[in-house]
């Protein structure tokens, strides 16, 4: 069974920085592309960014262009979330997702295909 377990969240004031990871187990993490979404209070979830197996392919959600970036370890088993200039407006959990299958590329996790297995989630609190 997949699980992700995702770490790196809390209280932070804008304009400071987090660094999430989400650890994977349960299957070949080296196959998959990987993917951050996040979910406001009262809001839908919202997708932050995607990373093909590689790590050469990556996708940004319009939030997350020119301030987060995503990375991959795929020795570790890990993917990282570098979140720079944060804003109250990111105030959320964070959840990472893994897709079902191989083919699933970081556009298509993007767009919320494919995804089989999520996490439980990090909270990041942006104080203004």
């Known amino acids: 069974q997949v699980q992700l377990v995702e770490s790196g969240g809390g209280l932070v004031q804008a304009g400071g920085s987090l660094r999430l990871t989400c650890a994977a187990s349960g299957r070949t993490f080296s196959d998959y592309t990987m993917g951050w979404f996040r979910q406001a209070p009262g809001k839908e979830r919202e997708f932050v960014a995607s990373?093909?197996?590689?790590?050469?392919?990556?996708y940004l959600g319009v939030s997350a262009r020119g301030r987060f970036a995503i990375s991959r370890d795929n020795a570790k088993n890990t993917v990282s979330l570098q979140m720079n200039n944060l804003k109250a407006e990111d105030t959320a959990v964070y959840i990472c997702a893994a897709p079902s299958t191989p083919v699933a590329g970081p556009e298509d996790v993007g767009g919320f295909m494919y995804l089989e297995f999520w996490g439980q989630g990090t909270l990041v609190n942006v104080s203004s």
């Open positions: 990373i093909d197996w590689s790590g050469g392919h990556i």
